[in-house]
């Protein structure tokens, strides 16, 4: 059976991005992004993604533990993930820009833009339609983001460009394509096969759980709302929180002491190494 998830599933910026739906990676990578910020939760050796030594997850606890009672709620865990996950579009942004910024004039012009997609997204040079159409799109999402008007995108403008807040018209924007390329059928949603492009490959049990977690109607198939959900790629840090709880609450109280994150660790490294 093929797990689709890494090749498929996640926006296009965001699969660059940590795999953020592993309880442990995602701790790893929220470690990662508070050393960056100048708040080390533990040795500043961590790695995005990395699953966490003891020490270092008791430390994190301290850290997401906003209130200092000792115990970590689900709110406090979301607030540090939300917090973590901007210093990390922060980074991602600056990175991109050096990576992309062919004239070094401090923004990204949407030639710049296209040429990177047609690169990561390997459209054929010679296949003039499928470049007329990848151009269209990102043109569509690059005036959306363009709040200024000057036809260029500067740092805070590519925040919203690559990575879309819910309710962001880019976000509207790629979930529509994303509907559009891949609704065989066009009954205006996606199956389980059309949402993981299975071609008629046998799903991995995890790609058919992944599918319901974001079904939220239960229906079986995929809207544009939830589609647009998907696109945001918060889900993932959030999944990833609620199986953490699951694991690790041991006396249902809706908190997770430091004593229960630790004896959770083996059960989670387990789970993030079979998924």
Not at 106 to 125: K, P
Not at 199 to 214: P, V, W
Request: proline share 3%; aromatic share 6%; glycine share 6%.
């Amino acid at each position: 059976q093929a797990c689709f998830r890494a090749a498929v599933a996640l926006p296009t910026r965001a699969r660059s991005m940590p795999i953020l739906w592993r309880p442990l990676a995602l701790l790893g990578a929220l470690a990662a992004f508070a050393v960056r910020a100048g708040g080390a939760p533990a040795p500043d050796d961590i790695e995005d993604g990395d699953a966490l030594s003891s020490e270092q997850l008791r430390a994190l606890h301290g850290k997401i533990d906003a209130d200092a009672d000792g115990k970590m709620s689900m709110s406090e865990a979301l607030v540090f993930s939300d917090d973590m996950h901007r210093l990390s579009v922060g980074h991602e942004v600056v990175e991109m820009l050096t990576q992309m910024d062919g004239d070094q004039d401090g923004r990204l012009s949407l030639d710049e833009i296209v040429a990177d997609a047609m690169q990561a997204e390997e459209v054929a040079g010679d296949d003039e339609a499928a470049q007329a159409e990848k151009r269209e799109l990102e043109q569509r999402k690059f005036e959306a983001a363009d709040e200024n008007a000057d036809r260029l995108l500067d740092e805070t403008e590519m925040r919203s460009f690559f990575f879309p807040e819910e309710g962001h018209e880019v976000a509207d924007i790629s979930a529509r394509d994303t509907l559009r390329r891949r609704d065989a059928d066009r009954d205006g949603a996606l199956s389980p096969d059309e949402f993981w492009q299975a071609r008629g490959e046998a799903l991995h049990d995890a790609d058919i759980a992944e599918f319901r977690s974001f079904d939220v109607d239960g229906d079986g198939a995929l809207s544009l709302e939830e589609l647009k959900r998907w696109e945001t790629g918060r889900y993932h840090s959030v999944d990833a929180m609620r199986k953490l709880f699951e694991v690790a609450d041991k006396d249902r109280d809706a908190h997770v002491t430091a004593d229960e994150l630790d004896a959770a660790r083996a059960v989670l490294l387990e789970s993030d190494e079979h998924s």
